[in-house]
């Protein structure tokens, strides 16, 4: 079974940064797309930035020029760098892995937090 292993959230000033990881259990080159979602208290999960196996990434309208998706197949880790955070960042940060076996594969999620 596959295990998805997110670490680096917490609490950040309005204009900081954190860079999230996402270890995963197998190979990732098992997974053809990757990808960081997010859910706010009170809101729908939504996609923040994908990646597949082909290194095409793709970005939400309200992170592109902040955030920056990256793979690491040799650790197999994922990882969502995130730059100039605003306090609408804020939320639970799931890391999401697809293969063909399974479908959707889920981390636990992280919590970021920006507040002053």
């Known amino acids: 079974q596959v295990q998805l292993v997110e670490s680096g959230g917490g609490l950040v000033q309005p204009g900081g940064s954190l860079r999230l990881s996402c270890a995963a259990s197998v190979s990732i080159y098992t997974f053809y797309a990757m990808g960081w979602y997010r859910q706010a208290p009170g809101k729908q999960r939504e996609l923040v930035a994908g990646?597949?196996?082909?290194?095409?990434?793709n970005y939400a309208d309200s992170v592109k020029g902040r955030f920056t998706i990256s793979r690491d197949n040799v650790k197999n880790t994922l990882y969502l760098q995130m730059n100039s955070l605003k306090p609408e960042d804020t939320a639970v940060y799931y890391c999401n892995a697809r293969n063909t076996i399974d479908g959707d594969n889920w981390g636990q999620g992280t919590q970021v937090t920006v507040s002053s």
């Open positions: 990646i597949d196996s082909g290194d095409h990434k």
